[in-house]
């Protein structure tokens, strides 16, 4: 916990916004005013934030189809993100691409992704860009792939972790095991008994593994894990065991869930009440500063909803464009 | 006869098989839906309810839930169906054929021509297709125009419930690989299905559901229903439609196509791919060969423009194709000269 | 002018390219061809030779061979070109895009849609395709038809090594996702290629490569040479034949073929792909629907047959379109009524 | 070597049938009279037959491009195949497959496969096909998925060893580690350092590894393989260090070899040689035994290619047949 008050301060203000966004989403959809399909990343803050604080603009990560926490972690306009869940021809993506398909390559965001298992190759490709272009006076830049438990099941995860291996890509793969591929459990769907990091480990990269649900342990994991890859020491894995706290997509009965275990896991492996214990107890920052943060937080989805139901709709011509550059 | 939904249909289908031949086994993910969690195997029974039950009745070796893995997925349905299986396998979305496409058209499809014709092949690959739930780029697509153009497989595209019971069970017997086209939107529409336990509609016939003689309207899957209001509504007006729907792109019933546009001089093909080297173009330029002399009209594609399916709600219903669209082609065509 | 092979149009384009902006970089299974052997990095050079001498001169930063993992490769070139690099990309065989099809049709080509027209994604994908060397099934086919139908892809199939030289360069400057597509059965051909070292061809720019008038002949890459060995025969009967070189199927110049279409009102449209979903028939619905008035005869396709594609020498040379088939077809249009 | 003196006489005229074979292939293709792309199997005949002996026509396998060896070993018939290779209607797959497609469905041999990394997924097709029939009286009918070095990258494989796992599939994955992937160095293309059964044991299954160019190590290796997937232990991998006499493809000019390198192995790794050493030096076969076999296979061989070059020619109209059973 070597960091800055103001560094903690905002670390609880980017989970925070996450938490509020999804919750806040996750009443809205029962309206019908949002459409498709969307999934919430409550729970799974710490892992977002712990990984993003690390990182600059020059630094690329690639998402997952539960995008929402990586793309406000690194960075993302909340108004604008509201917008493209709504489909507002202001969102981020001009409503073209919804909540899985959220980037903001400026950002270093290069996509939400609704193929599972597609960001890790991409994420390789960011990474030989990193390479090619050299380390910088901060050593390499780094991409990352966020990828799921189910995912790491994808042959494309691990071609990636293999080529990225193979080209000493400064690439790391974050795995963030929620335990469930949709209503599968990690422990039947992964063969090696739900370990991960053993498995990315035999492909030849150094590999760690630390409870996503605290925000400390991940940021220290990830201090680590930069330095060995800015370092030039290649490609890493972690994985971090973490909990989604909704279901797969909203919408999901969630028969598959032991009994009070979303109970159990909101009581004891909640990322921020974890967060807010552990600086109040050392002393680092009182109830009343992570109060008014989340007021402030509270304010500013709630405004960012507004903007969103307010914002300009796409017509009919907006169909055609944004295909191509020229044709 | 009974009503039923057309998801239902898939699912009793499969049942069916699977209890009347010990070969049938199910493999995809989330075919079972709670394997390795609290809630039990079958808390889910798969994501469209179209294997809700098959594991408590019919167990682990013959339904088998899968890890993400498409491409294992529909490898493994080609070594079940060589090794004397009749695997039906799901892909939970057709737009996952992007990340199993080799097991499709390289090994299931190629096998019989590729072996001298020694060897069967009778894997039925299921998946859910279309757009119209917002779903945007990457899960909404129609791959008909894709898998129709690859020689070894066959492609079915039911419009109703009956149909699924009919060609599913045709699907599930054939001896030749089969791809089983559910759009998503038909899942939750209901209708009358026979009750006979060997009810099969064959492969390569289509069905002429409105018989007008004015113009010839093509189409399959959820958009048959469209083109049958526009039918309905002309007819209004005095003027007839012949609506077809294909079944199957797979074999193709080029006969029934063309017999009417002999008649009507007129066509207008509708479909949900998008336009270039689709299954539209496909039937326009059969029908421009074949039924040359008889058009009195070009013949009309009714499709969504070159472009990705976008996410918003204004967007995507400017994409597809609706009755509105398809009753300007139509008018566009009996306009002609 | 110098007169070079076509595959050496393509490794010199690259070269040159890669020579004058550092962003260029390429990938792909051996394309350095001997990593990780005692014979050292450059023995091979591609398979194709068409990437030999890179790595020597650019490096392991900008020549990256790779595992057998063409999904990684090409969401690596997907990587790259977000992240502001150009990824000129191999597919050692066309056929490949069945393991590793997703990249190319639901990332690289939906990118600058799904994300609202705020990214470039400036990949090229070069693969070999096409059939003519008894390699059978699976190291045979044509795929312009399936990538064409991929709203997001632009797809060139050069003829000539000039025509490779100029579009080549076009697609490594051009800032959207670019299939490159090069016939096996052209890469020994040889022909002059301009030296100008911005020689750029523009997409969506068919070529007239005969002018004749009394009939349309529309092919691209191997078969180009083909219909022109047509009209070569048929103009010593005094029968004058246009023979259209596409050069990109997407965008499609749609004007030059139905230009020449309303001149002469007959087609024939020759393709290597199946005949289902193809391009002949894209064409064709094309010319029945924008030239129907201009008809003299029914659009022709020349198409293999609906087979997969077999080893055996007489097999493969009777299920390819041949000079003397698109002969026929011409003579047949010619003759219609 | 617990192996009977006609178990001996049957590995070694299987093992030299397959090196004549393609030693003579070797010489046909230069005439070019074989059409296509073939790849030789010479140098790796001890994996294919000391895996193979233990199998009979209900246990399955499923080959590579380089198969020839291993439908030899399967059973697939000598005249069948090399009528095949000269694309004659009477080929085993008539024509229509050539070498890199040959198959016999009945023989439990389920093709070649042009498409590195295809096979591993089928086979477990094969093996899931086994597990819903059960053990017979020698336990599980097992499936082999033979892979390259080169193949073990490829997504498919991974994915592959994985849902073996995950299903517990009697399925055996036989890496041919040969050291080259066309013509790029294993210790290049595996991340692992060539280290292959370790990455396919970080799956969650038993792996072993072995000599490929010693019969006897292969076959015994095999035999503790073949206990524990038939005695319902689930899959197993293997990796077999062998060697490639020729290039990958006929007409390879194989600069990226070592100096030496081909003349090396050939006096040093010849799984011929060393078996006829072996078997002699322990008095288990003479040498005229051995002589007397290497007669009949080339008598073998060579009444294979006159058959095969008198063979019919299929004709245009067979392009048509038997892509569907019915249509
Ligand atoms: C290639 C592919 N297969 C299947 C799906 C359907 N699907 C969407 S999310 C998901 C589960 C993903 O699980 P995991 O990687 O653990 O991520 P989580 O949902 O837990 O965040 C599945 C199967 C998909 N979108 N893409
Ligand atoms: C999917 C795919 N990618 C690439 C190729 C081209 N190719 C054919 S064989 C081969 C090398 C295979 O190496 P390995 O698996 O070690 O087998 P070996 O040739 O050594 O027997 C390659 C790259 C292919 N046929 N299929
Ligand atoms: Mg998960
Ligand atoms: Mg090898």
Known sequence: ?327 | MTKMMYRDAVLSTIMEEMARDPDVVVLGEDVVGGMGTAGGPEAIGGIWSTSTGLYDRFGPGRVIDTPISESAIMGAAAGLALSGKRPVAELMFADFIGVSLDQLWNQIAKFRYMFGGKTRCPAVIRMAYGAGFNAAAQHSQSVHQILTGMPGLKVVMPSTPADVKGLLRTAIRDDDPVIFLEHKALYATSGEVPDDPDFMIPFGHARLSRAGGDVTLVSSGLLLGMCEAVADRLAAEGIGCDVIDLRTTSPLDEETILDSVEVTGRVVVVDEAPPRCGLAADLCALVAEMAFSSLKAPPQQVTPPHTPIPFARELESAYLPSVDKIEAAVRRVLAWR
């Open chain 1, 1 to 327: 916990m070597q960091l800055s008050r103001e560094a903690l301060l905002n670390a609880y203000r980017a989970m925070k916004t996450i938490r509020e966004f999804e919750e806040r989403l996750h009443v809205e959809i029962q309206t019908g005013e949002i459409a498709g399909f969307t999934h919430l990343y409550c729970g799974q803050e710490a892992v977002a934030v712990g990984v993003c604080e690390h990182l600059g603009t020059q630094d690329r990560i690639v998402s997952t189809h539960r995008g929402h926490g990586h793309c406000l972690a690194k960075g993302c306009d909340v108004d604008g993100m509201m917008k493209e869940i709504w489909g507002s021809r202001e969102g981020l993506c001009k409503g073209k691409g919804g909540s899985m398909h959220i980037a903001d390559i400026d950002k270093g965001m290069l996509g939400a992704n609704g193929i599972v298992g597609a960001g890790a190759p991409i994420a390789v490709g960011a990474a030989l860009a990193s390479r090619a272009d050299g380390p910088g006076p901060d050593g390499m830049k780094v991409a990352i792939a966020f990828s799921g438990d189910g995912a790491c099941n994808q042959g494309t995860t691990f071609e990636a972790m293999n080529l990225a291996v193979v080209t000493q890509a400064p690439c790391i793969f974050v795995f963030e095991n929620n335990h469930y591929s949709e209503h599968t459990g990690v422990s039947y769907a992964v063969g090696t008994n739900r370990d991960i990091a053993s498995r990315a480990e035999a492909f030849g990269m150094k590999a760690w593994r630390a409870d996503g649900t605290d925000f400390f342990a991940v940021h220290e994991t990830m201090r680590e894990v930069l330095d060995h890859v800015r370092g030039g020491g290649g490609p890493a894995a972690v994985e971090f065991d973490t909990e989604r706290f909704f279901g797969h997509f909203e919408g999901d009965p969630q028969r598959y869930r032991g009994p009070g275990e979303i109970e159990r896991i909101r009581a004891e492996r909640d990322c921020l009440t974890r967060f807010r214990n552990a600086v109040t107890a050392a002393g680092l920052l009182d109830h009343g500063d992570i109060d008014a943060l989340d007021a402030q937080v509270l304010g500013t989805i709630e405004a960012a909803v507004a903007a969103a139901r307010a914002a300009p709709r796409p017509t009919a011509d907006d169909v055609l464009a944004d295909v191509y550059i020229s044709y």
